[in-house]
Structure formats: structure tokens, C-alpha cells
């Protein structure tokens, strides 16, 4: 997928954020407000982290999230499959093929998270504006949980099919057995996930250290506390 489809289909997930959340005059008291707020803080992070991972090479270039491929001691191909990526060339598409793919599954994941950022409701909205640096990221990845990796598995499963006789990691893989190809696939995107949260909880501590840098007057009136006063 070329980065405009990537920008397309992120922009139909929802990303435009004054089309999705209400403006501040359109919330009705604190709580509504510091609520919308978060939103708001949420979306813009995540936005900006998916723009950034699922450009080409995104996961690659941000040592953050970064893939490397898992080792696997209790295959019984452990040492073949050892050997093999001790090899220059295989380490280099390995990290290319992975973190490719990680991309991808970031770019498939974004409807989720938009979506629950738009239904989130938070149980102490106060506490997550005064909590730390990524605490709205951290309330979000565990309302999302598993879901997000369910959104992100089958990108990273095509990616894995990509070991076939025509790629140079084919022939060593095909004449080794016992790899367990799904336990692969399940660890690298968890890979994949932690390093995209870990890309908007960055997003969010940004905003929450320079509240101006959201662009978004709500944002930066809740977390500067002037909303918080009343």
C-alpha cells in the first residue's frame, strides 16, 4: 500500500478530528468537557503516531517501536532457525519484512482505535488529566485490549506467507521443521502493538508537556487547568 492509500484510509477512519468530536462550545459542564477533552487529546495523538508508523518505514526509523524478529528456544528448528538469522542479508529482510508489515497492521488497526476513541467514556476523567505523561494512552490501550491485536494479526500473518521458495529465507525455513509459524505471528504483533502504543503515549506526553502544540483549544485549556478551575 503506497502512502497515499495509507493517508486515505486513515483519513476514512476517522482521523479528521474537527469532524469527529464536537466543538468546545458544544459541551455542557465540567465533566463534559474535560471528557471531550481527552478525546480530543487522544485523537490527536493517535493521529499523529499512525501518520508517523505507517509511513514507509515508520516502524523501522523509530527505535521506540521498532520489531525484531522473536527467538523461539523451544522450536525444534531453534538452531537452524538461529543460524539463519545470525546471517546478514536474512537479519536485513527479516527487519524489513516485519517491520513492513507492522506498518500495515498499525494502518488496519486505526478504525479501532478511532472508533473507541469516539464511544470512550472515562470513569475518572480528572484523574486521567492530572495523572501521568501517557495515563489517557494507557486508559485507552486497556479499554481496546486484545482487540487490537486481533486487528493487527492478519497483516503481520501475510507478511510471515512471504516465506515461500521464492525469498531467500524459503529454503533454509522450508527444510527445517517445528517452527511454530502462528506463535511467531502472535509475537511480532504484540511487538507491533506495544510499539504503536508506545508511539501515542510519546504523542500524548508532547502535548501534555507543551499543551499549545495540540492546536486544539480545548486540549490546551484542560491541560493547562484553566478549564479544570471551573
Known sequence: MNNHSRRSLLLGAGIAVP???????????????VTEALRRLLAISSERALTRLVADNGFLNDPEARLSFPSAPDDRSAAVLGALIRSAPVQ?????????????????AAPVIFDSIRSL???????????????????????????????????????????????????????????????????????????????????????RATPSLARDPLVESVLGGGRLLG
Request: aromatic share 4%; with cysteine.
Open 121 to 207: 467514556t472515562f470513569a475518572d476523567a480528572l484523574g486521567i488529566v492530572r495523572g501521568g505523561p501517557t495515563a489517557a494512552t494507557t486508559y485507552l490501550e486497556r479499554s481496546i485490549g486484545d482487540r487490537i491485536i486481533d486487528a493487527m494479526l492478519p497483516e503481520i500473518g501475510g507478511a510471515l506467507r512471504q516465506f515461500d521458495g521464492n525469498s531467500i529465507l524459503g529454503p533454509v525455513l522450508g527444510a527445517a521443521t517445528g517452527i511454530n509459524v502462528s506463535g511467531i505471528q502472535r509475537a511480532v504483533t504484540q511487538q507491533a502493538a506495544r510499539g504503536l502504543w508506545r508511539a501515542i503515549g510519546r504523542e500524548e506526553a508532547t502535548i
Open 92 to 108: 536485513q529482510q527479516l527487519s524489513l519484512l516485519i517491520n513492513r508489515a507492522a506498518g500495515e497492521a498499525a494502518n488496519r
Open 19 to 33: 469532524l469527529l468530536f464536537l466543538p468546545a462550545c458544544a459541551t455542557t459542564g465540567l465533566g463534559g468537557g
